[in-house]
Nanobody, 122 residues
Framework: QVQLVESGGGLVQAGGSLRVSCAVSGLTFSSYAMAWFRRTPWKDREFVAAISRSAGITDYADSVKGRFTISRDNAKNTVVLQMNSLKPEDTAVYYC???????????????WGQGTQVTVSS
């Protein structure tokens, strides 16, 4: 059974930092690209960041470029999103997802976690 379990969300003031993690089991982690998406009441499954299977290639949404960093540890089957300089508009439920190839298209991701809430206060 494939499981993606996010953790590390919470409440932070604008300008602060948060680190969300995703622990993956039930699949060959190194064979999957990983990504983070987020959902708000007005936008469903917005792409945030993606990382290739070997971690050699990363991609970011323009809205988070320079503030967020995605990384992965293939030995620990985890993917992490480090979020700095957070803004109130970053408030969302953050999901990790797994796909065969790295892409910003949420429809290409087969496996999803349950999400973790990130709230940024102004």
């Amino acid at each position: 059974q494939v499981q993606l379990v996010e953790s590390g969300g919470g409440l932070v003031q604008a300008g602060g930092s948060l680190r969300v993690s995703c622990a993956v089991s039930g699949l060959t982690f190194s064979s999957y690209a990983m990504a983070w998406f987020r959902r708000t009441p007005w936008k469903d499954r917005e792409f945030v960041a993606a990382i290739s299977r070997s971690a050699g290639i990363t991609d970011y949404a323009d809205s988070v470029k320079g503030r967020f960093t995605i990384s992965r540890d293939n030995a620990k089957n985890t993917v992490v999103l480090q979020m700095n300089s957070l803004k109130p508009e970053d408030t969302a439920v953050y999901y990790c997802a797994a796909a065969i190839t790295s892409t910003s298209d949420y429809a290409r991701y087969r496996y999803w976690g349950q999400g973790t809430q990130v709230t940024v206060s102004s």
